[in-house]
């Protein structure tokens, strides 16, 4: 019980504290899993973030619910899940009750503070695991290379296409390195259970369409179009924002103006971007809604994540001890860093360092995260104090 009631107060911590968005949110969490508490390995965390790349969905709740399941089995995969969205999403559905604390809470100062504490904590990660996962001139060239392609693409296809180079490179030339970066995860969950999972995903995803039509039912219409939000878009974070307003604005489930406001308290909370659709559902125009409708929405677009992630974690951990497979993953570990240092400049830092005083203070986060081994949720509350004075 002492196994769970850790897991919980961990990622219940992370989702109070992580602001920045997915990239920020696996900086916390390498900080936290990797060099903190050490339940996965440098190599295996990288190897579950280029998963969560491939998979359709919140890439960091995917590696959240990753190391849950590592750590706990099927019940730690759900609770780190539940811990970690249960702040952001909490926040979301008061939000959309029309409680008035929103606008008087929060200082733009602590918000800007907020925003520099997810700089430091992003830098950190790409020092760190760029130190371990590029110990050579081949890895630190494809990085860079990863870093290029990123930059001048953008986009999903900047994402997959370094991943997708960096495997073959790393397939190709990486076959003399010794010490490949591989280590298993832990994983605790039966082949029969994951795959029933991986079945359960498509069988809803193609069939909850044929029967919202069939039985013209509001609430499975609804749950339609939040779990086909969640299966179907690629990097996560603010890219579901375009598919979710065709799903409730087009339709008129939500107003445009209600739907913008929503969007901007998104910014201002922890943890993921993806609770926006607590948000939705609370608001909705057409039941359910309400607190009820908030949680329905909110499950229908995360269990996709949970669906897949568990399901692929199998066939991940059996191929993984594959050595061309290992070959690949010390590339794509590479690619990995590169495409972190890429979000590091944008949006995390254009986001948040716009003068010679937020550097200062993101220079001093970093120093204590660093150096002096602050915990990350610490980086928060000083980031935010120095945010709130210089506000004035």
Same mark, same amino acid.
């Given at each position: 019980?002492?196994?769970?009631?850790?897991?919980?107060?961990?990622?219940?911590?992370?989702?109070?504290?992580?602001?920045?968005?997915?990239?920020?949110?696996?900086?916390?969490?390498?900080?936290?899993?990797?060099?903190?508490?050490?339940?996965?390995?440098?190599?295996?965390?990288?190897?579950?973030?280029?998963?969560?790349?491939?998979?359709?969905?919140?890439?960091?709740?995917?590696? /959240?619910?990753?190391?849950?399941?590592?750590? &706990? *089995? @099927? =019940? !730690?995969?759900?609770?780190?899940?539940?811990?970690?969205? $249960? #702040?952001?999403?909490?926040?979301?559905?008061?939000?959309?009750?029309?409680?008035?604390?929103?606008?008087?809470?929060?200082?733009?100062?602590?918000?800007?503070?907020?925003?520099?504490?997810?700089?430091?904590?992003?830098?950190?990660?790409?020092?760190?695991?760029?130190?371990?996962?590029?110990?050579?001139?081949?890895?630190?060239?494809?990085?860079?290379?990863?870093?290029?392609?990123?930059?001048?693409?953008?986009?999903?296809? /900047?994402?997959?296409?370094?991943?997708?180079? &960096? *495997? @073959? =490179? !790393?397939?190709?030339?990486?076959?003399?390195?010794?010490? $490949? #970066?591989?280590?298993?995860?832990?994983?605790?969950?039966?082949?029969?259970?994951?795959?029933?999972?991986?079945?359960?995903?498509?069988?809803?995803?193609?069939?909850?369409?044929?029967?919202?039509?069939?039985?013209?039912?509001?609430?499975?219409?609804?749950?339609?179009?939040?779990?086909?939000?969640?299966?179907?878009?690629?990097?996560?974070?603010?890219?579901?924002?375009?598919?979710?307003?065709?799903?409730?604005?087009?339709? /008129?489930?939500?107003?445009?103006?209600?739907?913008?406001?929503?969007? !901007?308290?998104?910014?201002?909370?922890?943890?993921?971007?993806?609770?926006?659709?607590?948000?939705?559902?609370?608001?909705?125009?057409?039941?359910?809604?309400?607190?009820?409708?908030?949680?329905?929405?909110?499950?229908?677009?995360?269990?996709?994540?949970?669906?897949?992630?568990?399901?692929?974690?199998?066939?991940?951990?059996?191929?993984?001890?594959?050595?061309?497979?290992?070959?690949?993953?010390?590339?794509?570990?590479?690619?990995?860093?590169?495409?972190?240092?890429?979000?590091?400049?944008?949006?995390?830092?254009?986001?948040?360092?716009?003068?010679?005083?937020?550097?200062?203070?993101?220079?001093?986060?970093?120093?204590?995260?660093?150096?002096?081994?602050?915990?990350?949720?610490?980086?928060?509350?000083?980031?935010?104090?120095?945010?709130?004075?210089?506000?004035?």
């Amino acid at each position: 019980m002492n196994l769970y009631l850790d897991l919980f107060k961990t990622f219940f911590i992370l989702g109070c504290t992580s602001f920045g968005g997915p990239v920020a949110h696996l900086g916390y969490f390498q900080h936290e899993f990797v060099e903190k508490k050490k339940w996965v390995t440098s190599s295996a965390y990288a190897d579950l973030v280029a998963l969560s790349q491939f998979l359709p969905g919140p890439a960091s709740s995917q590696v /959240g619910i990753a190391i849950g399941q590592i750590r &706990g *089995g @099927i =019940f !730690g995969g759900i609770l780190a899940w539940f811990a970690f969205t $249960l #702040p952001s999403a909490a926040l979301m559905v008061i939000f959309g009750l029309g409680v008035g604390l929103y606008p008087e809470f929060w200082n733009q100062g602590v918000l800007h503070g907020f925003k520099i504490a997810a700089v430091v904590v992003v830098a950190h990660a790409v020092w760190s695991m760029g130190i371990k996962l590029c110990p050579d001139k081949e890895r630190i060239s494809l990085a860079v290379i990863a870093l290029g392609i990123s930059v001048g693409i953008g986009g999903t296809l /900047g994402q997959l296409l370094p991943i997708l180079l &960096g *495997g @073959i =490179f !790393g397939f190709f030339f990486l076959k003399k390195v010794d010490n $490949l #970066p591989h280590s298993p995860t832990g994983f605790k969950i039966s082949t029969s259970y994951s795959y029933a999972l991986l079945t359960f995903f498509f069988l809803l995803l193609f069939f909850l369409p044929i029967l919202s039509n069939f039985f013209q039912n509001q609430s499975i219409r609804i749950f339609d179009s939040f779990f086909r939000v969640g299966s179907l878009v690629f990097g996560g974070g603010h890219v579901v924002l375009p598919l979710l307003k065709e799903e409730v604005v087009t339709t /008129g489930l939500v107003s445009n103006q209600m739907f913008m406001v929503g969007y !901007g308290a998104a910014q201002a909370i922890p943890g993921p971007l993806f609770t926006f659709t607590a948000y939705l559902g609370t608001v909705s125009n057409l039941p359910p809604n309400g607190i009820w409708g908030g949680v329905f929405c909110l499950v229908a677009a995360f269990l996709p994540a949970y669906l897949l992630i568990i399901g692929v974690l199998p066939l991940w951990e059996k191929f993984r001890k594959e050595s061309w497979l290992k070959q690949s993953m010390a590339g794509i570990n590479a690619v990995v860093v590169g495409l972190l240092i890429s979000a590091l400049y944008s949006p995390v830092w254009t986001e948040a360092i716009f003068n010679r005083f937020d550097f200062v203070v993101f220079a001093l986060g970093f120093i204590l995260l660093m150096f002096w081994k602050f915990p990350s949720w610490s980086i928060v509350v000083v980031c935010a104090f120095l945010g709130f004075c210089l506000n004035f």
